[in-house]
């Protein structure tokens, strides 16, 4: 059974620091997905990694794919109060999509 | 272009009561996907369709649990009859390539 663990499930993290949330998955998938989401809204897609050693970068955040470790991360950089919000990967399954916990992220000023 | 859309937003239903939840998809997207979040756990996938056919439904948690997409456009998710561990999000997705475009989902409440 394919499964996805995100470490850390919270982070407390004050404006301007540097961080990075894991994505561990158990068996081989052709993709990852990186999605936002605020509370009580929907889940906003961030990234889509096809490859190994794929990174792609949005602003603050830059996300990376490493297929033979099966990890993922997503790396925040001099965070802000705006990207406070519960963060998921997701790895695709015969098109399902697995999902981690999800981390909540939380920027104080 | 109009997102996912999901009605209602929220629904507050006694146990053993019917409810049904309905999804309209991005306009020409052929697949469909029902997920549920449960408090506290991750979101699992309960269901996929292609079009009005299910391709899987290996996520579904029992038989009190039924989709549809008739005409291969809005999807209904009917619950019936409604227990205690059914409340959670439901959420829908919809997708014509690699990615999925969630509404902002369904908060159901069993009492």
């Known amino acids: 059974e394919l499964k996805v663990e995100q470490n850390p499930l919270f982070l407390s993290m004050q404006e301007g620091k540097n961080y990075t949330i894991y994505c561990n998955y158990s068996t081989t998938s052709d993709r990852l997905y990186w999605y936002r989401q605020d509370p009580g809204k929907s889940l906003e897609s961030l990234f889509v990694?096809?490859?190994?050693?794929a990174v792609k970068q949005e602003g603050r955040l830059m996300a990376s794919l490493d297929t033979k470790a099966r990890l993922s991360t997503l790396h925040i950089t001099a965070a802000v109060h705006d990207l406070s919000a519960t963060y998921f990967c997701a790895v695709s399954n015969t098109g399902k999509l697995i999902f981690g916990q999800g981390t909540t992220l939380q920027v104080k000023p | 272009e109009a997102g996912v859309t999901q009605f209602p937003s929220h629904s507050v239903i006694e146990k053993g009561q019917t409810v049904t939840l309905r999804c309209d998809p991005i306009s020409g997207h052929d697949n469909l996907y029902w997920y549920r979040r449960v408090m506290g756990k991750e979101i699992k996938f309960l269901l996929h369709f292609v079009k009005e056919s299910k391709q899987d439904e290996s996520g579904m948690p029992n038989n009190r649990f039924l989709a549809e997409r008739t005409g291969g456009t809005y999807s209904t998710l009917k619950v019936q009859p409604a227990e205690l561990e059914d409340s959670g999000v439901y959420f829908c997705a919809s997708s014509i390539g690699l990615e999925q475009f969630f509404g902002p989902g369904t908060r159901l409440t069993v009492l």
């Open positions: 990694l096809l490859s190994n050693g």
